[in-house]
Nanobody, 123 residues
Framework: QVQLVESGGGLVQAGGSLRLSCAASGPTFSTYFLGWFRQAPGKEREFVAVVCWSGDGTYYADSVKGRFTISRDTAKNIVDLQMNSLKPEDTAVYYC????????????????WGQGTQVTVSS
């Protein structure tokens, strides 16, 4: 099984930056996709970004495109989310997730989930 642990969340002012990290344990296959989702209070869980474990292909939600960058270190089993130019609307619990199927990568139908890390952006 795959276990995911997020870190790096915190409080930051609008316009600031944070770097989230997701440490993955267990076997990892070249067909896996690692994604970041977020969920604000009272809202649905929302896709943020995804990266292929091999090949480094990426895809971003329109709301974060140009501001966030997802990357992975396959040797260390880590996927990062660099968040720049943060806005108050980015405030949410951010979750790391993993799946193997190359289907619906922007939906929350992933196979494995971390516990989440809180990101709060003040105005």
């Amino acid at each position: 099984q795959v276990q995911l642990v997020e870190s790096g969340g915190g409080l930051v002012q609008a316009g600031g930056s944070l770097r989230l990290s997701c440490a993955a344990s267990g076997p990892t296959f070249s067909t896996y996709f690692l994604g970041w989702f977020r969920q604000a209070p009272g809202k649905e869980r929302e896709f943020v970004a995804v990266v292929c474990w091999s090949g480094d292909g990426t895809y971003y939600a329109d709301s974060v495109k140009g501001r966030f960058t997802i990357s992975r270190d396959t040797a260390k089993n880590i996927v990062d989310l660099q968040m720049n130019s943060l806005k108050p609307e980015d405030t949410a619990v951010y979750y790391c997730a993993a799946k193997r199927a190359f289907k619906s990568l922007d939906s929350p139908a992933y196979d494995y989930w971390g516990q989440g890390t809180q990101v709060t952006v003040s105005s």
